[in-house]
T-cell receptor
Framework: QKEVEQNSGPLSVPEGAIASLNCTYSDRGSQSFFWYRQYSGKSPELIMSIYSNGDKEDGRFTAQLNKASQYVSLLIRDSQPSDSATYLC???????????????FGSGTRLLVRP | GAVVSQHPSWVICKSGTSVKIECRSL??????MFWYRQFPKQSLMLMATSNEGSKATYEQGVEKDKFLINHASLTLSTLTVTSAHPEDSSFYICSARDIGRTVDTQYFGPGTRLTVL
């Protein structure tokens, strides 16, 4: 089982719709979770971080975390064609020792927003 | 916001030469930086974790003698691809860990596209 799993997509939604991106993780001890957006040929850009159960909203983006179900999601409201990109879910994996950790990435979900 | 720069943004070199890529955190100090590689249409692959003042930790399957990492200051890490070959052509991306935020967060540089002829 992969440590962070995402559906590769593509997820296709019409402009103005809500896009829902999902991610599950295997390490029950993980405490912080991130969503990055990556446009083709570019490096990842941080969109949201979340570490408490529940919802966190930032503009058109809402991250949702359910630690009991080991599930993180990202909702994009009023989707725009410019939102078309690959969305990477990332989970902090604590390795032990003095602040020793690394980010584990999912393989990403490609989102296409149709005009 | 946290800004990470990389230099150069792209490089083309001949097979057998060495290439150095710099990663800088511009507005925060980074005790830890990470080096990733990404081939076309594939996921990010962590190559190594760079710790300021100590040896880098390499992921399984990454040759430490080929990919030399130096993290001599709190704002600079370098990756040197030694004796580069065409199969090393890839998109190399660094990230820096900003521990000064509420949530320990990694910020990515813009990446360096390496083409080895």
């Amino acid at each position: 089982q992969k440590e962070v799993e995402q559906n590769s997509g593509p997820l296709s939604v019409p402009e103005g719709a809500i896009a829902s991106l999902n991610c599950t993780y295997s390490d029950r001890g993980s405490q912080s979770f991130f969503w990055y957006r990556q446009y083709s040929g570019k490096s990842p850009e941080l969109i949201m971080s979340i570490y408490s159960n529940g919802d966190k909203e930032d503009g058109r983006f809402t991250a949702q975390l359910n630690k009991a179900s080991q599930y993180v999601s990202l909702l994009i409201r009023d989707s725009q064609p410019s939102d078309s990109a690959t969305y990477l879910c990332a989970v902090n994996l604590y390795l032990g020792g003095d602040s020793s950790y690394k980010l584990i990435f999912g393989s990403g979900t490609r989102l296409l927003v149709r005009p | 916001g946290a800004v990470v720069s990389q230099h150069p943004s792209w490089v083309i070199c001949k097979s057998g030469t060495s290439v150095k890529i710099e990663c800088r955190s511009l507005d925060f100090q980074a005790t830890t930086m990470f080096w990733y590689r990404q081939f076309p249409k594939q996921s990010l692959m962590l190559m190594a974790t760079s710790n300021e003042g100590s040896k880098a930790t390499y992921e399984q399957g990454v040759e430490k003698d080929k990919f030399l990492i130096n993290h001599a200051s709190l704002t600079l890490s370098t990756l040197t691809v030694t004796s580069a070959h065409p199969e090393d052509s890839s998109f190399y991306i660094c990230s820096a860990r900003d521990i000064g935020r509420t949530v320990d967060t990694q910020y990515f540089g813009p990446g360096t596209r390496l083409t080895v002829l």
